[in-house]
């Protein structure tokens, strides 16, 4: 266990949507949409204290965030498919002047 210095690792902070702009970062005006006031026009709120995150703190809870997404979403993707089709479209090279030769 670390006993000094700073963290080995980013601490993840659980963000919740704010409640008054539901997300959306701005609310609804007389004439136009005004900057959320409670989540520092962010959308997002700390789920254990209710409070705005300071905007460097933000970005990066969000880049850690949009990270963890990408990796959800890349492990759903079906894997790639191999076999002959594909083969077949790729360029060999074993033609004329370097083209494709399919055998056909």
Same mark, same amino acid.
């Given at each position: 266990?670390?006993? +000094? ?35 520092? !026009?962010?959308?997002? %709120? ?20 949009? +990270?963890? %997404? ?25 033609? !004329? ?8």
């Amino acid at each position: 266990m670390k006993k +000094h210095g700073p963290a080995l690792r980013k601490e993840r902070v659980i963000l919740t949507r704010c409640p008054d702009c539901n997300g959306r970062a701005v609310i609804k005006g007389v004439f136009y949409e005004l900057p959320c006031g409670r989540c520092n !026009a962010s959308g997002w %709120l700390s789920a254990v204290t209710g409070e705005p995150l300071p905007l460097e703190e933000l970005v990066t809870q969000l880049g850690l965030r949009v +990270h963890e %997404l990408e990796q959800q979403v890349d492990r759903q993707r079906p894997p790639r498919t191999t076999g002959p089709s594909e083969q077949y479209e790729t360029n060999n090279r074993r033609g !004329a002047g370097g083209t494709n030769y399919t055998g056909d």
